[in-house]
Antibody
Framework: QVQLQETGPGLVKPSETLSLTCTVS????????WNWVRQPPGKGLEWIGS???????NYNPSLKSRVTISLDTSKKQLSLELRSVAAADTAIYYC????????????WGQGTLVTVSS | DIQMTQSPSSLSASVGDRVTISCRAS??????LNWYQQKPHKPPNLLIY???SVQSGVPSRFSGSGSGTHFSLTISSLQPEDFGTYYC?????????FGQGTKLQIK
């Protein structure tokens, strides 16, 4: 079955760029929307943005000026860049597939905690 | 943005109880409403999609209903493994938004 795994630095300094990769295994990357969602420790879920296999992206307006999501279909990876980070960007970052039913997400990656601190 | 409001924010119930969690949208989301269960230190797990369709592998005690702006998730007979935090999500319009979560504890 399809599995997702997020990787990237666990610590980023304020004002720098957070960069994460999500590797897809066990299934095709084509034909789906792929999403990034974050969750500050102990808090709720926030959608960051999505990308389709065509490269079309859609971002949360609250983050749009700082976010870039990209897709490498040959490597079956999607990437997240979040620029000019601050402490408020400390969160668990998840990648998730929109599997085509009501925009719901299945599966999700296990998530990776990114802490913004000097 | 469409605001999603869940109630209650937390609840405690006993094994065997019937539990209902509500989710209200600030404007109509048609049937584009999904429910997730999240356990500590785990990613969310899809339970219900399109308001009332039960994801494969999810126990039949879970059900969803509603359309437009009012939705509910019902657990017909609570089991010990049902603890966790439940989130609704609207995917009708961008940005997709989640409810604030309902934390379910077992008495």
């Amino acid at each position: 079955q399809v599995q997702l795994q997020e990787t990237g630095p666990g610590l980023v300094k304020p004002s720098e760029t957070l960069s994460l990769t999500c590797t897809v295994s066990g299934g095709s990357i084509s034909g789906y929307f792929w999403n990034w969602v974050r969750q500050p420790p102990g808090k709720g879920l926030e959608w960051i943005g999505s990308i389709y296999d065509s490269g079309n992206t859609n971002y949360n307006p609250s983050l749009k000026s700082r976010v870039t999501i990209s897709l490498d279909t040959s490597k079956k990876q999607l990437s997240l860049e979040l620029r000019s980070v601050a402490a408020a960007d400390t969160a668990i970052y998840y990648c998730a597939r929109d599997w085509g039913y009501s925009g719901s997400y299945y599966p999700w990656g296990q998530g990776t905690l990114v802490t913004v601190s000097s | 943005d469409i605001q999603m409001t869940q109630s209650p924010s937390s609840l405690s119930a006993s094994v065997g109880d019937r539990v209902t969690i509500s989710c209200r949208a600030s404007q109509s989301v048609s049937h584009y409403l999904n429910w997730y269960q999240q356990k500590p230190h785990k990613p969310p797990n899809l339970l219900i999609y399109a308001a009332s369709s039960v994801q494969s592998g999810v126990p039949s005690r879970f059900s969803g209903s509603g359309s437009g702006t009012h939705f509910s998730l019902t657990i017909s007979s609570l089991q010990p493994e049902d603890f966790g935090t439940y989130y609704c999500q609207q995917t009708y319009s961008a940005p997709q938004t989640f409810g604030q979560g309902t934390k379910l504890q077992i008495k």
